[in-house]
């Protein structure tokens, strides 16, 4: 299908408004394993609801308990020799603290030009993009060329163990003939300048570790001499950690993107100094810094009952997250720096990955974003962080963060992310169904 053969779908863009605020009006936040982790199921219930009103058959599963459900619905395709593509969402949110907000995180009021609320950008707008263009498919009859299965998911926010790896483990039916996978984070505009806007597609992530720290040592009176301190041999394994300089390693994936950016910006990396490359990034810089080397951030301490006593236990919590190809650097090294005595245990872990980006698919992505904004340029990009994407690439699907929007030039896009006054621009909502659209048709 050519560009000149697709016409824009009837509705989709006015649909995706209000599917966008219907999604973030239900309060989604995931607590972890609180009983307030609740919201998920609603959200289920409302993406079922909608993909029914529009002709098709989804499926509700319940995964670890009765409030974590995800959503399956398979659209098929006209080529039913063609693999399956995977288009996939997480419906939990991180929770909001209300006060903090120019308007309330979950009433998704509509204000220049924005809807605002807890998931407007991650990753509501998305859900609500994959549920316009279904919908609207199964009101005209339209159909993709391969199958698309189309997936909904909770617990993304807490490591999509109840969620994503679930499914993979306990579900393996749904991913019948699924090669690839269209997710979370990339298809989203940086202004270069008036006719330049780069696009970056996630094809590449690190992986998770999360490491909890315990060191136990006699407990005693906290006003005598007390040469054997938990507290005080935790708090130098945590100071080690935390200051510790990591080596840069560029991946295949972040060469490549840093090659782009370069040529972009008009910056020389002959010398290999990136600083002021990334410099010119804002808040995404923190974010591409952090691709270019393994990193480990303590986050939370405990030990104590009493102020005067001396506890014979103390425990550190880790965020550790590994370049591929450099998880035995990352073990080896924590190792030496927390010390012989202090026990180290896995909280949760996963595997990093890189997709290809020299695709017909990526071409494609390529090719419809330049169809609606002849200023684009996409690139590939690793995240820093994880998406429910981790969980696929681990039955051999290659993974991309595709969730395409044309934000303002003068938006900070990345500070939205788990950030306060996170909103998402209508105009971006509506470019992204039509990019979505184009996409999902011809691929």
């Not at 599963?61 to 995977?86: H, N, S």
């Not at 002021?276 to 691709?291: I, S």
């Not at 395409?404 to 909502?429: C, K, Q, S, T």
Request: proline share 5%; hydrophobic share 40%; with cysteine.
């Amino acid at each position: 299908m050519t560009t000149s053969q697709w016409q824009v779908l009837p509705g989709a863009e006015d649909d995706v408004v209000e599917l966008t605020r219907g999604l973030i009006r239900i309060d989604s936040s995931n607590w972890g394993d609180s009983p307030q982790t609740v919201g998920e199921a609603g959200v289920a219930e409302y993406c079922a609801a909608m993909l029914q009103e529009a002709g098709w058959s989804p499926e509700i599963i319940r995964t670890t308990g009765d409030t974590r459900r995800a959503v399956v619905a398979r659209i098929p395709g006209t080529d039913p020799t063609a693999p399956a593509l995977l288009l996939h969402g997480h419906i939990d949110v991180v929770p909001a603290i209300a006060e903090d907000w120019t308007h309330p995180p979950f009433a998704a009021e509509v204000d220049d030009g924005f809807i605002w609320g807890r998931g407007a950008v991650d990753m509501k707008d998305m859900d609500a993009m994959i549920l316009a263009v279904v919908r609207a498919w199964g009101r005209t009859g339209i159909r993709p060329r391969r199958d698309v299965v189309v997936l909904f998911l909770p617990d993304e926010e807490a490591g999509s163990f109840q969620g994503g790896h679930w499914l993979v483990d306990h579900r393996r039916d749904i991913f019948a003939g699924v090669t690839e996978a269209v997710g979370e984070v990339g298809g989203f505009s940086i202004t270069i300048r008036d006719d330049l806007r780069i696009y970056p597609i996630q094809t590449a992530e690190k992986a998770l570790r999360w490491l909890r720290l315990r060191a136990s040592a006699r407990a005693g009176h906290g006003s005598m001499l007390h040469q054997d301190n938990a507290v005080t041999a935790l708090c130098e394994a945590v100071i080690r950690v935390g200051r510790h300089q990591w080596p840069i390693h560029r991946t295949k994936t972040v060469d490549r993107f840093l090659a782009d950016l370069a040529e972009a910006y008009g910056v020389d990396l002959s010398d290999g100094d990136i600083e002021p490359l990334v410099a010119k990034l804002g808040t995404f810089g923190a974010m591409v810094g952090a691709t270019l080397q393994n990193t480990a951030n303590p986050t939370m301490l405990e030990a104590g009952y009493k102020h005067n006593v001396i506890p014979s236990e103390a425990y550190a919590s880790i965020d550790g997250r590994v370049l591929p190809g450099y998880e035995d650097e990352f073990d080896e090294t924590i190792r030496a720096l927390v010390g012989d005595g202090i026990e180290i245990s896995v909280v949760a872990e996963d595997t990093p990955y890189e997709s290809p980006f020299d695709t017909a698919m990526v071409d494609l992505m390529a090719s419809v974003l330049r169809a609606e904004d002849a200023a684009a340029k996409p690139v590939p990009y690793m995240i820093s962080g994880g998406t429910d994407a981790k969980a696929f690439n681990r039955l051999g699907i290659s993974c991309y963060g595709f969730s395409p929007l044309r934000m303002p030039a003068d938006l900070d896009y990345w500070r939205l992310f788990h950030g306060v006054d996170e909103r998402v621009p209508i105009d971006g909502l509506q470019f992204g169904v039509r990019v979505l659209d184009q996409f999902l048709r011809a691929c």
